[in-house]
């Protein structure tokens, strides 16, 4: 993979919170396009991972390129949609303004431009959730709430969509729905999403990647039907997976 085509390159990443090994020699690929699902069991460094890639996090040793760059410099670029648990849907605001949050440039500025607001109208308006735009955002349900956060990660017009978790807690109609969103994003977005739903990978992702202290991509082809069955049968509990992603378990693309 060359400079024009990836979109993401980790070469040797370790990393530590004190002094507890949480990723280490991390080796990944992600080039532009991707649609890579992120699982792994709780507590395997999925999060961390995401931080690094965000630059929220400093690797100890090894190197993070976006676009041939440091995350500080491109996070611009990338838009992020957090844990669905980790916001306060009570917070008294509109949908729209949840995603003016995503106008970064308006928040530094203070105040919001005209433009600001027409992208953030064009981002509910390609999660189909224009007509929504006036109504508080603890008014709405769960899966207008999770478009609501994809919308704010638009609305940064950047060009890598990383989503954490998103499918918690939406019923499996507007799971549906989120999966042609994204297909639709794919076509100009490289897509990452951290999941426990290893079913959802079958059915959108090219790209799996388990994460447990260390990397290992598989492409979904090799997971789905029968395999998939034989992986975890009816039991898609991250245990089973974890057991897989022993050295054993898996091959290095
Ligand atoms: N700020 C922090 N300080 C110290 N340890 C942390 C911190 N954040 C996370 N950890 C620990 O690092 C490990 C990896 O956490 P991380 O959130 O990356 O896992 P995850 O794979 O996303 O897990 P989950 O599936 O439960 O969300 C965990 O053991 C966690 O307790």
């Known amino acids: 993979m060359n400079e024009e085509t990836a979109a993401i390159t980790i070469r040797d990443l370790s990393f530590a919170y004190d002094d507890i090994q949480i990723l280490c020699n991390v080796r990944l690929d992600i080039w532009r396009g991707d649609s890579i699902c992120i699982v792994g069991p709780n507590g395997g460094g999925k999060t961390t991972l995401i931080k690094l890639i965000l630059g929220l996090l400093s690797p100890d040793r090894g190197i993070i390129r976006i676009f041939g760059r440091s995350p500080e410099e491109e996070r611009q670029r990338i838009g992020y949609v957090p844990q669905y648990a980790k916001y306060d849907p009570q917070f008294p605001i509109s949908v729209l303004d949840v995603v003016m949050m995503g106008r970064l440039a308006g ?30 955002f603890a008014s709405i349900s769960g899966g207008q709430r999770q478009r609501t956060l994809i919308a704010r990660a638009l609305a940064s017009g950047g060009d890598i969509l990383i989503l954490d978790e998103p499918t918690a807690n ?10 042609d ?44 039907g029968q395999l998939i069955q034989e992986m975890y049968g009816g039991d898609l509990q991250m245990i089973r997976h974890d057991h897989r992603c022993s050295e054993e378990g898996h091959r290095h693309d």
């Open 107 to 136: 928040t530094l500025r203070n105040r919001y431009s005209p433009q600001d607001r027409d992208q953030a109208m064009a981002a509910l308006g390609q999660t189909g959730l224009a007509d929504l735009a006036a109504r508080p």
């Open 170 to 179: 939406i019923d499996h109609e507007s799971e549906v729905r989120f999966l």
């Open 181 to 224: 969103l994204l297909k639709g994003l794919n076509e100009r977005m490289t897509i990452l999403m951290v999941t426990h739903e290893v079913g959802f990978a079958s059915s959108f992702f090219k790209r799996i990647a388990c994460v447990n202290r260390q990397v290992v991509v598989h492409p979904t082809s090799r997971l789905t």
